[in-house]
Nanobody, 115 residues
Framework: QVQFVESGGGLVQPGGSLRLSCTVS????????MGWYRQAPGKQRDLVAR???????NYVESMKGRFTISRDNSKNTMYLQMNSLKPEDTAVYYC?????????WGQGTQITVSS
């Protein structure tokens, strides 16, 4: 079963940028449809961006034009470039397959957007 390790989070001011990374174990990463998920306190964990094994991307409306999901199959790594960050982006961000494998969630990485 694949495992996921997220990194790159931190504290950033509104309008700032962060780049998240997700390293994925296993030899089949290149064929997996992947996604970034986020969960704020008291809220459910939701898919916010996805990328297919072939590189096709989709975003929730609030992220369009600000976030970019990408992947490097040679490194078993997925990225989320986050620009123009807003306080409402504050959450723990996770990566997983799309649909997710529920037993394989990583610890996530915290993004806090605050002035």
């Amino acid at each position: 079963q694949v495992q996921f390790v997220e990194s790159g989070g931190g504290l950033v001011q509104p309008g700032g940028s962060l780049r998240l990374s997700c390293t994925v174990s296993g030899s089949i990463f290149r064929i997996l449809d992947m996604g970034w998920y986020r969960q704020a306190p008291g809220k459910q964990r939701d898919l916010v961006a996805r990328i297919s094994g072939g590189g096709r991307t989709n975003y929730v409306e609030s992220m369009k034009g600000r976030f970019t999901i990408s992947r490097d199959n040679s490194k078993n790594t997925m990225y989320l470039q986050m620009n123009s960050l807003k306080p409402e982006d504050t959450a723990v961000y996770y990566c997983n397959r799309d649909p997710p494998v529920f037993g394989s969630w990583g610890q996530g990485t915290q993004i806090t957007v605050s002035s």
